[in-house]
């Protein structure tokens, strides 16, 4: 199970961490990743990380504001997020596969979302 949390309201510019807590398998064998899915729009890639995290892999959007990370002996992932901006507002979803992807469709296991809302 993902259960994602540290969503909440904020205003332009601002900062927040999201995490991703795992239980019920053995954390370092999945990768991990983050997705998003804005009001009215379809679910999207957001940033990945490899299994002990040397690998990781951004959106264009988010790239040098979103840091991902991960703590294998937490079973844990998080991600920071700086420089929020009205366009990052989405539902924050935190998946696990068991090979480093962006693709959304190749993740088997889904945590339940964590709602990010950006004010201008």
């Known amino acids: 199970q993902l259960q994602a949390s540290g969503g909440g309201l904020v205003q332009a510019g601002d900062s927040l961490r999201l995490s991703c807590a795992a239980s019920?398998?053995?954390?370092?064998?999945?990768?991990m990743g983050w997705f998003r899915q804005p009001p009215g729009k379809e679910r999207e890639f957001v940033a990945t990380?490899?299994?002990?995290?040397?690998?990781?892999y951004y959106a264009d959007s988010v790239t040098g504001r979103f840091t991902n990370s991960r703590d294998n002996a937490k079973s844990t992932v998080y991600l920071q997020m700086n420089r929020l901006q009205p366009e990052d507002t989405a539902v924050y979803y935190c998946a696990a596969r068991d090979g480093f992807t962006s693709r959304l469709e190749d993740y088997e296991y889904w945590g339940q979302g964590t709602q990010v809302t950006v004010s201008s």
């Open positions: 990380i490899s299994r002990f995290g040397p690998n990781k």
């Open positions: 019920g398998g053995t954390f370092s064998t999945y990768a």
